[in-house]
T-cell receptor, first 113, second 115 residues
Framework: KAGVTQTPRYLIKTRGQQVTLSCSPI?????VSWYQQTPGQGLQFLFE???????NKGNFPGRFSGRQFSNSRSEMNVSTLELGDSALYLC????????????FGSGTRLTVV | AQSVTQLGSHVSVSEGALVLLRCNYS??????LFWYVQYPNQGLQLLLK??????LVKGINGFEAEFKKSETSFHLTKPSAHMSDAAEYFC?????????????FGKGTKLSVKP
């Protein structure tokens, strides 16, 4: 069974640009969540999608957005990149929330210069 | 708001020694509880989870955790450390009964294993 696939693994962008990250969940999983990991703030929740609807959102500015497609694949977009957006972005999938827990991808390492 | 506290940002043990990583949660209603491990340049791997069944939960790679409601704790243990256990460990919760289904993480504990 394939795991959670995130592409690309590494990205270097310039301040002010925008970026799109992709996440393919485990087959059959309908919930996809995104997390940002930085040395200073740790792991922070960005948003969660379930059946193409954003069900839950963390405390991030509107520059961070996402969407989910009918095949459960998800993308997140960050516009007007800032140096502080440099982070490891992790995607996680689950059957649903609650006691199922989440399976994580290997992440996309974004560096903003 | 729910929070998770991991005591000790760095823990160092000798190979073969007991591993004990501490985690406390803040809510009066016990949440769902998880331990994840992260190796360098990797995502998070689920070690084990507590979902209101047995209080002693066995996970992968010889790890286990015990849920203690009276202490609001979910400490992770392994009887004998291996060099391959060196990684960062995260305790996480999902509150029960609310509208928020996301994981809330502790700050993490880096485990070093000395030969």
């Amino acid at each position: 069974k394939a795991g959670v696939t995130q592409t690309p693994r590494y990205l270097i962008k310039t301040r002010g640009q925008q970026v799109t990250l992709s996440c393919s969940p485990i087959s059959g999983h309908r919930s996809v969540s995104w997390y940002q990991q930085t040395p200073g703030q740790g792991l922070q929740f960005l948003f969660e999608y379930f059946s193409e609807t954003q069900r839950n959102k963390g405390n991030f500015p509107g520059r961070f957005s996402g969407r989910q497609f009918s095949n459960s694949r998800s993308e997140m977009n960050v516009s007007t990149l800032e140096l502080g957006d440099s982070a490891l972005y992790l995607c996680a999938s689950s059957l649903d929330w609650g006691d199922y827990g989440y399976t994580f991808g290997s992440g996309t390492r974004l560096t903003v210069v | 708001a729910q929070s998770v506290t991991q005591l000790g940002s760095h823990v160092s043990v000798s190979e073969g020694a007991l591993v004990l990583l501490r985690c406390n949660y803040s809510s009066s209603v016990p949440p769902y509880l998880f331990w994840y491990v992260q190796y360098p340049n990797q995502g998070l791997q689920l070690l084990l989870k507590y979902t209101s069944a047995a209080t002693l939960v066995k996970g992968i790679n010889g790890f286990e955790a015990e849920f203690k409601k009276s202490e609001t704790s979910f400490h992770l243990t392994k009887p004998s450390a291996h060099m391959s256990d060196a990684a960062e460990y995260f305790c996480a919760v999902i509150p029960k009964g609310g509208s928020q289904g996301n994981l809330i993480f502790g700050k993490g504990t880096k485990l070093s294993v000395k030969p």
